[in-house]
């Protein structure tokens, strides 16, 4: 059981670039979600799932994509990487359900754009 | 949506005191409020949560309590030990949306 896997955990990037975070879950969860973390500051959210199919935006979404094609599954695209997306991306997934909702986060991936 | 305003942004105690970190967040449907320590260069991982029928819950050093009317909760370590120095973030969530509004955290800081 490897909870929640992110890769690659660094990531350098010249403006203009695209590239895809990936993020995998192996522990059923239905909920799954993107955040950034800029210096000194907390865990911000990009976009969401609540299941597969199913997609939505947080508070910073724009710059980026989602999709959910399956349960396990949670890519994160840059589509043109700007200076401003230099981050810590964390990827975490929770389950649903009365007793739940603990999120469970990946070790982040660090990125740097250039 | 969600704003989610936390208290203070830094914290320095002496080894043994206790510590107070509070959280204040503005949408009523907010149910569910967990509380994330995150170490340096770590991951955010869950200390303790707490749910909106519930006004307060503890587990060893560490207690979190929630006052609806108010819309407050806030985290309280007991007899802080130097491994408690760390970043906090406080966090509201309704869990029928399926997404989590967090503080900017607290860098707490236990001097031994």
């Known amino acids: 059981n490897a909870g929640v896997t992110q890769t690659p955990k660094f990531q350098v990037l010249k403006t203009g670039q695209s590239m895809t975070l990936q993020c995998a879950q192996d522990?059923?969860?239905?909920?799954m979600s993107w955040y950034r973390q800029d210096p000194g500051m907390g865990l911000r959210l990009i976009h969401y799932s609540v299941g597969a199919g199913i997609t939505d935006q947080g508070e910073v979404p724009n710059g980026y994509n989602v999709s959910r094609s399956t349960t396990e599954d949670f890519p994160l695209r840059l589509l043109s990487a700007a200076p401003s997306q230099t981050s810590v991306y964390f990827c975490a997934s929770s389950r649903r359900g009365p007793m739940a909702n603990i999120q469970y986060f990946g070790a982040g991936t660090r990125l740097s754009v250039l | 949506g969600e704003n989610v305003e936390q208290h203070p942004s830094t914290l320095s105690v002496q080894e043994g005191d206790s510590a107070v970190i509070k959280c204040t967040y503005s949408?009523?449907?907010?149910?569910?409020f967990p509380w994330y320590k995150q170490e340096l260069g770590k991951r955010p991982q869950l200390i303790i949560d707490i749910r909106s029928n519930v006004g307060e819950k503890k587990d060893q050093r560490i207690a979190v309590t929630l006052n609806k009317t108010a819309k407050h909760f806030s985290l309280h370590i007991t007899e802080t030990q130097p491994e408690d120095s760390a970043v906090y973030f406080c966090a509201a969530e309704n869990t029928n949306a399926g997404k989590s509004t967090f503080g900017d955290g607290t860098t707490l800081t236990v001097k031994p």
């Open positions: 522990m059923n969860h239905e909920y």
């Open positions: 949408d009523s449907a907010s149910n569910y």
